[in-house]
């Protein structure tokens, strides 16, 4: 096939009707509004042909242009699955990619550069056949597929490990660019796009090393192995999300106050203002002028609370746990008594394997709420189980998206309209594009983490990856992974102090964070709020008799804790930065600061 005719194939220009009376003459569209528009009309084409390569490669090059390398991976990575199924017809879509692809080929304007003509004149060069050889030459490409669809498939695949190799060396992701780039070699080895990416994988990263340690003259390093492997992605409100609810609103504050009643009947939600954290550690310490603010939700009591009452009791079935045989309730990930305490067994599912619950309500809810769309399948059951201790917390964060899903999928509704997600704190950035297009990117994003693992994932879970791309596709996943990693719960092995259990608790994770909280917290199955009072009142700067006694009065915000208040105000703020997304200036780490410093000077 001739390389011509695959460029314009994979890059023939979307046309648009404009409505006269809705622009003017003179008006110039705005060419972000085009992108957004192109990527959803290729989106609504996905909707329905979601076995189409050659859309999926198209929409990835549209996410390039919005700025999102991430989502332009995803895409990419779903067309090199699909130019798979085309050349294996034992796989599952094998029959549902073929027929995409013939499609493609057939609304393919001829006056762009036309598929069918290309493989007819690269089959038939030579020929000069009248009549009926020129009828066998005018033949459909379903009928000779056998005899160009290896070289189809294969010009696919070299264009799907460019692109992969390419938009995750944006993402900072050198080690897999690299290795994209080299597959994508072993195809063609002249290929040039390929050679260039390897080429500046590992100008790069000598870049890095060299600016890291200017003396360093030694850069012998395996490029496949030894290459930097995590990057970043952006952290926003997708302009196409609209699912996502306006949380200062007089409906979503009544919806939120009264799923509050039943948790923490004192307490009510309302809008206050936060300070905009820096990432720098110098802005918050030096900085004369106060801070800039945002709104956010928080917690208020609705009237006084009493040292070591009980402010907020709640439980969730959005947990995880990344341990394969330890003793915890499938769903709320309680631990389950030893066996000589009982007196009668724990209810189990008896279509799966160790699948225990702590008591007969966890079993009927998780049985109403999510678990029919994982009971029976075993293939699941060891899925991001016993990692490394480095990729511990990463899968903790992929197994909540496969509860999320099961969530979803058992109750029939979208995951960003679940109750336990839609009103979720994601730390969302500006979407618009900054001056210079130097867009801010906070969401950490590795293929294996941010890719590669959900979409296995969700194949365990028997999902269809292209027909469900209403909920499967990337953005959603990113949106999802952006939220839990704002406001997830995590409990450590106490002796490893690795995490091994998270959960998102919805009203809980409404409490913003104070370095001198008033209330501590516990969680087993149930997370709970209690007053500080007494030894546990967090004691700093000068100390009044208000602040010694404990409790809470009514009108003052409930503040939890995201780090170790025992630590000082240094290892604070390291220990808190992810968590809050910024350096803290809390009152408590502004004065004492302010107290290191004059005692330095």
Known sequence: IRAEALRLAFHRPLKHRIIESEVSPMATPDPYDTLLQERQNLTQQLFGRPYSCITYLQRATCHDKLGYPD?????????????????????????????????????????????????????????????SDAGEASVSLIEDHDAVIEGIVQRIQLKCFACLSDYLY????????????ARGLELDAGNPICLDLRRKAIETQDKMLLENDPDQTDRNYDPREELPNQGYARRELYPWNKHEPDRFSEESLQFLNREMEKVAPKCEVRATSLPVLETSRTSPKTSSRPPATIQQLGVFAKEDIGPHEVVLQERSFLTANNRLHDPLCDACSAPLPPISALEEPLPTCPD?????????????????????????????????????????????????????????????????????IKYLWADF??????????????????????????????????????????????????????????????RMNPRTGIPEVCAVHPMWCLANHSCAP????????????????????????????????????????????????????????????????????????????????????
Request: with cysteine; net charge negative.
């Open 71 to 131: 989502l332009a991976a995803g895409d990419a990575y779903r067309a090199l699955l699909l130019a798979d199924e085309i050349s294996d017809d034992s796989f599952e879509y094998h029959e549902e990619a073929l027929q995409s692809y013939h499609d493609d080929v057939a609304q393919t304007d001829p006056g762009e550069g036309s598929w069918v003509k290309a493989v007819r004149n690269d089959n038939h060069a030579g020929s000069q056949g009248t009549g």
């Open 170 to 181: 944006q993402c900072g992701r050198l080690k897999s660019a690299y290795g994209f780039a």
């Open 352 to 420: 799966c394997d160790d699948i225990i619950f702590c008591s007969s309500t966890c079993h009927d809810l998780a049985t109403s709420l999510y678990h029919p769309a994982v009971c029976g399948k075993p293939d699941l059951e060891a899925v991001a189980k016993d990692p490394s201790p480095l990729a511990s917390t990463n899968a903790l964060y992929l197994l909540l998206l496969g509860r999320a899903f099961a969530l979803a999928e058992t109750q029939n509704i979208h995951l960003l309209d679940l109750t336990e």
């Open 429 to 490: 950035s500006s979407t618009r594009p900054p001056r210079g297009n130097q867009y801010a990117r906070q969401l950490p994003f590795t293929f294996e983490d941010n890719i590669l693992a959900p979409l296995h994932l969700l194949t365990k879970m028997d999902i269809d990856i292209f027909a469900s791309l209403a909920t499967t596709d990337m953005w959603v996943i990113s949106t999802l992974f952006a939220k839990f990693r704002g406001v997830a719960s995590a």
């Open 518 to 601: 008033n209330v501590k917290w516990e969680w087993s199955g149930d997370i709970r709020f209690q007053a500080r009072g007494g030894d546990d009142v967090v004691r700093w700067g000068v100390v009044g008799e208000d602040r010694k006694v404990g409790g809470i009065r009514k009108g003052e915000e409930v503040v939890n804790h995201y780090c170790d208040v025992g630590l000082g105000v240094d290892e604070r703020r390291d220990w808190a930065v992810g968590a809050l997304g910024g350096v803290c200036v809390c009152e408590r780490c502004v004065w004492e600061d302010q107290e290191e410093r004059r005692n330095k000077e």
